[in-house]
């Protein structure tokens, strides 16, 4: 989820409200906490309250006794992990995808690395008529090179010198690689799972495709 900086609710900075949902964690939030943390009068709050209630980033908290107490919805949760970042122009977007194609066919033609591209869809504002965008929505198929990636993996991630958080991580570090040299650290290049544009019923455009396996 991208936001813009100067994108305000009742007044308020999206940036300062996501502050508050991360304060508040999975926590209750009452008009109290909004005042306090937003630095506003009562009346203030109420607004804000109102109005994160009707765009659904709140909902009524299912456990609390009162009507009053609110906790963040799944939209507020993405609000949580919103990056910050000045929309671009469709020029910058076109030159990300041609730089993002170009890692693909690197990565592709690079062995050692434990998985490889077999396609590339882009969905969302990209293949609308917008003239900028927040960013550009690419789900990627990876395939691993070799039935014996997993344990490629595990010796990739040792030879990182990272540390690793868990086993999960560790035998998925080959995709993850695989993964960060494409997204190449950009905040404008959102990668998602292949199957999500189905699961979401979305439009979308065929960037890359290969027949290798």
Request: with cysteine.
């Amino acid at each position: 989820m991208q936001v813009r900086r100067d994108e305000e609710i009742a007044g308020v900075r999206l940036m300062k409200v996501r502050d508050l949902l991360r304060w508040a964690d999975d926590g209750p939030i009452h008009l109290s906490a909004i005042s306090d943390r937003l630095h506003c009068d009562r009346a203030k709050a109420e607004l804000v309250q109102n109005a994160l209630l009707e765009a659904g980033y709140i909902e009524i908290n299912p456990n609390a006794s009162g009507q009053n107490c609110y906790i963040a919805s799944d939209l507020g949760r993405q609000l949580c992990n919103a990056k910050f970042v000045r929309r671009i122009t469709r020029t910058e977007a076109d030159e990300l995808v041609a730089d993002f194609l170009e890692r693909v066919r690197l990565v592709n033609g690079r062995d050692e690395l434990t998985h490889r591209v077999r396609e590339v869809r882009v969905f969302g504002s990209y293949i609308e008529d917008a003239a900028d965008l927040g960013d550009v929505d690419l789900a990627v198929d990876f395939r691993p090179r070799r039935s014996t990636h997993v344990e490629e993996a595990q010796a990739r991630a040792k030879q990182s010198g990272k540390t690793i958080g868990n086993f999960l991580q560790l035998i998925t570090f080959g995709q993850r690689e695989v993964r960060q040299i494409l997204k190449n650290r950009s905040p404008y290049l959102s990668i998602h799972e292949f199957g999500e544009v189905e699961a979401l019923g979305a439009k979308y455009r065929v960037l890359f495709r290969t027949d290798a396996t």
